[in-house]
Nanobody
Framework: QVRLVESGGGLVQPGESLRLSCAAP????????MAWYRQPPGTQRELIAH???????NYADSVKNRFTISIDNAKKSLYLQMNSLKPEDTAVYYC???????WGQGTQVTVSS
């Protein structure tokens, strides 16, 4: 089963930043339509950021103006820059290939003082 690989999660204090990365396996040469989801404890997985190969980007209201999604196809990587983190951002974060339907294993982000 093809899987993406997320990294970059961890424990940070409120107001700090993290950058998540999502790497493609050998079988994928280019990212086209990608997204980041998150799943807070005890809740459903939610879409928080989406980017297309045409450059269209959308964010959930909860992360708008704090998070930035980007793709570097030279490195076959998807990123999520997260600034001004809040305790309510605590969740497992997943990257998703919207066209191929691939997911990563998730990376835990915990924001706590």
């Amino acid at each position: 089963q093809v899987r993406l690989v997320e990294s970059g999660g961890g424990l940070v204090q409120p107001g700090e930043s993290l950058r998540l990365s999502c790497a493609a396996p050998e079988s994928i040469s280019t990212f086209y339509d990608m997204a980041w989801y998150r799943q807070p404890p005890g809740t459903q997985r939610e879409l928080i950021a989406h980017i297309t190969s045409a450059g269209s980007i959308n964010y959930a209201d909860s992360v708008k103006n704090r998070f930035t999604i980007s793709i570097d196809n030279a490195k076959k990587s998807l990123y999520l820059q997260m600034n001004s983190l809040k305790p309510e951002d605590t969740a497992v974060y997943y990257c998703n290939d919207q066209i191929r339907g691939f997911w990563g294993q998730g990376t835990q982000v915990t924001v706590s003082s």
